[in-house]
Nanobody
Framework: QVQLVESGGGLVQAGGSLRLSCAAS????????MGWFRQAPGKEREFVAT????????TYAGSVKGRFTISRDNAKNTVYLHMNSLKPEDTAVYCC????WGTGTRTVEYDYWGQGTQVTVSS
């Protein structure tokens, strides 16, 4: 079992920045690929970014590429999502997820999920 707890969400103006954190406990963190997903009101959960077990490989959704950066610190059992140049359409609940083998871009590929943290971007 892996427990995931997100933090760092909040209200920010368009053009601003936030850094989300996801702290993991339980099984060995470094054996899991990690992902960030988001869900806006009335919409399906969508992929944002993923990072491999050792941090050497990352993939981003087209809508955030160049603005968001996913990183991890295996010594701290934490994955981060650095969000810059935020737009109102980035408003959503952001969740982190863990996958036991390899990166993935689909929700069904992930084994464990956090509860999420709200990000609201005002125009």
């Amino acid at each position: 079992q892996v427990q995931l707890v997100e933090s760092g969400g909040g209200l920010v103006q368009a053009g601003g920045s936030l850094r989300l954190s996801c702290a993991a406990s339980g099984r060995i963190f470094s054996t899991y690929a990690m992902g960030w997903f988001r869900q806006a009101p009335g919409k399906e959960r969508e992929f944002v970014a993923t990072i491999s077990e050792n941090g050497g490989s990352t993939t981003y959704a087209g809508s955030v590429k160049g603005r968001f950066t996913i990183s991890r610190d295996n010594a701290k059992n934490t994955v981060y999502l650095h969000m810059n140049s935020l737009k109102p359409e980035d408003t959503a609940v952001y969740c982190c997820a863990a996958r036991s083998w390899g990166t993935g871009t689909r929700t069904v590929e992930y084994d464990y999920w956090g509860q999420g943290t709200q990000v609201t971007v005002s125009s």
